[in-house]
């Protein structure tokens, strides 16, 4: 059964603070992706990676940067973070050219 | 360039009657469409997808979705609602030419009554 795992459900952090948000697949995947996730407006991509050390911008890269070493591991790094910030975060896979995404349960992120 | 519109944020139907969701895509190339379901605190989980096969798609859980390219459409309906079908549903385009990177629509929030 294919896994995508987010390494917190839930996470509370002060502004200011760095944040580091972790995503594991071990479908072997080519694609990673990180968005976030607020009411009314869907689903929106941060930033994107297709294959290890690659990555570009999504529509919503500000505040943001990433870091992919290996092929199964994404991070998505809040260099500082801020209120706006808090939001749901997903995180996804995909085999280069199948399209289908398999989805991590998220990370609930709450910055006071 | 593509997009997606899911024509309505909320969608409220009776247990035992018909589900519609509706989603209109623009895309300049040969698109690939997707519904997504997410259960409430969960993440994402694939129904169903086209990809230039048949254009009638079926899912699981009873979804499918009919692909119409003159129309631009590709909605998704069940004969029958149950009130485990509950949650948000997202459709998604990715383009085979384009950079398979997918847009989503907004989503529909579906709510079952009893």
């Known amino acids: 059964d294919v896994k995508v795992t987010q390494s917190s459900r839930y996470l509370v952090k002060r502004t200011g603070e760095k944040v580091f948000l972790e995503c594991v697949q071990d479908?072997?995947?080519?694609?990673m992706f990180w968005y976030r996730q607020d009411p009314g407006l869907g689903l929106r991509l941060i930033y994107f990676s297709y294959d290890v050390k690659m990555k570009e911008k999504g529509d919503i890269p500000e505040g943001y940067s990433v870091s992919r070493e290996k092929k199964e591991r994404f991070s998505l790094i809040l260099e500082s973070a801020s209120t706006n910030q808090t939001s749901m975060y997903l995180c996804?896979?995909?085999?280069?050219?199948?399209?289908?995404?398999?989805f991590g349960p998220g990370t609930r992120l709450l910055v006071l | 360039a593509q997009s997606v519109t899911q024509l309505d944020s909320h969608v409220s139907v009776s247990e035992g009657t018909p589900v519609l969701l509706r989603c209109n895509y623009s895309?300049?190339?040969?698109?690939?469409l997707f519904w997504y379901v997410q259960h409430p605190n969960k993440g994402l989980q694939l129904l169903l997808k086209y990809t230039s096969a048949a254009t009638l798609v079926k899912g699981i859980n009873g979804f499918e979705a009919e692909f119409k390219k003159s129309e631009t459409s590709f909605h998704l309906t069940k004969p029958s609602a149950h009130m485990s079908d509950a949650a948000e549903y997202f459709c998604?385009?990715?383009?085979?030419?384009?950079?398979?990177?997918?847009?989503f629509g907004r989503g529909t929030s579906l709510i079952v009554h009893p």
């Open positions: 479908m072997d995947h080519e694609n």
């Open positions: 996804a896979s995909s085999n280069l050219y199948q399209e289908t995404q398999y």
């Open positions: 895309s300049s190339y040969s698109p690939s």
């Open positions: 998604v385009v990715t383009a085979s030419g384009g950079s398979y990177i997918p847009t």
